[in-house]
């Protein structure tokens, strides 16, 4: 969805344990999904993306669900590490054409605690 | 592979000055988006490049531009800058028009005075 407010929601979790951070977007057109993540300082750091034809995709200790019904995403996080505390962003490119152009949520603070 | 290389890192300006960001893609990619990031709107796309030409536009005035090269290098330029300029302005590359992922550089941070 688009970017509203001046809070970002925060996600604290211990060391070792799954984050899930979820995101809700506008455009039941849009066909391409994405998670960043951006640690201070940084610019977004590509994590994960899917297409609609897909309800999930994994990688390297990263999953992202994609429902479409409710236009509902999610990552999670497995075995959560001090590395990954930085703010997680998710976005949804626009409609289904050749267009770069990306809709970025809020964001979510992930902190991970020793 | 180098990544997205943005220059300068920090500006600081004055009310009614201009500016010009720089951005240099990942090599072989040929497209190059802009994006401003505030604490009060996020990310927020600016417009895109591909070929020289300008693909799409964000909803921003007229007072932000852009342009890019024939080796795929970006710039933007910010007229008569307002304090509401303040952001951090990022680039993006990617290897074609609308292509994903996109990947980002470090961003410049301007400072409107």
């Known amino acids: 969805g688009e970017s509203v407010g001046l809070h970002l929601p925060t996600l604290s979790v211990q060391e070792g344990d799954n984050s899930i951070i979820n995101c809700a977007y506008s455009n039941s057109a849009s066909d391409y999904f994405i998670w960043y993540k951006q640690e201070s300082g940084k610019g977004p750091q590509f994590i994960i993306d899917?297409?609609?034809?897909?309800d999930k995709r994994q990688g390297q200790r990263v999953t992202v669900l994609l429902n479409k019904t409710v236009k509902h995403l999610s990552l999670q996080i497995a075995a959560t590490q001090p590395g990954d505390s930085a703010v997680y962003f998710c976005a949804e490119k626009e409609g289904s054409g050749n267009t770069g152009k990306l809709i970025f949520g809020q964001g979510t603070t992930l902190q991970v605690k020793p | 592979k180098a990544g997205v290389t943005q220059t300068p890192r920090y500006l600081i300006k004055t009310r009614g000055q201009q500016v010009t960001l720089s951005c240099s893609p990942i090599s072989g990619h040929r497209s190059v988006s802009w994006y401003q990031q505030t604490p009060g709107q996020g990310l927020q796309f600016l417009f895109e490049?591909?070929?020289?030409?300008?693909?799409n536009k964000g909803n921003f005035p007229g007072r932000f531009s852009g342009r890019q090269f024939s080796n795929s290098r970006s710039e933007m330029n910010v007229s008569t800058l307002e304090l509401g300029d303040s952001a951090l302005y990022l680039c993006?590359?990617?290897?074609?028009?609308?292509?994903?992922?996109?990947?980002f550089g470090d961003g410049t941070r301007l400072s409107i005075l």
């Open positions: 490049y591909f070929s020289e030409t300008q693909r």
């Open positions: 993006a590359s990617s290897l074609r028009q609308g292509g994903q992922p996109q990947h």
């Open positions: 899917i297409r609609s034809n897909m």
